[in-house]
């Protein structure tokens, strides 16, 4: 069972950026495609930005043109680089394979002032 923990969310002004990190406590690189997923308060939790291990990248519309999904294999570790963030990108992010293989790990906030 591979850990996950995130980092690197915050409260921003809209319009700012914060990098999201997830650290895999083993290899991912053998689990394909990882992804970045959020839950706001009261909603479903959605995948946001997926990346192939092939490099390809999905977006869902909402974000795409601010938020870079990447990985560092080497590092195990997953990325997601935000940019002009909007207060309803306020949620918790999480990362994980698409579709989701590992327990879910805590999270970081990320919080969006108007």
């Known amino acids: 069972q591979v850990q996950l923990v995130e980092s690197g969310g915050g409260l921003v002004q809209t319009g700012g950026s914060l990098r999201l990190s997830c650290a895999a406590s083993?290899?991912?690189?053998?689990?394909?495609?990882m992804g970045w997923y959020r839950q706001a308060p009261g909603k479903q939790r959605e995948l946001v930005a997926r990346?192939?291990?092939?490099?390809?990248?999905n977006y869902v519309d909402s974000v795409k043109g601010r938020f870079t999904i990447s990985r560092d294999n080497a590092k195990n570790t997953v990325y997601l680089q935000m940019t002009s963030l909007k207060p309803e990108d306020t949620a918790v992010y999480y990362c994980?394979?698409?579709?989701?293989?590992?327990?879910w790990g805590q999270g970081t906030q990320v919080t969006v002032s108007s």
């Open positions: 994980n394979t698409v579709p989701e293989l590992w327990s």
């Open positions: 083993g290899s991912i690189f053998r689990f394909g495609a």
């Open positions: 990346l192939s291990s092939g490099g390809n990248t």
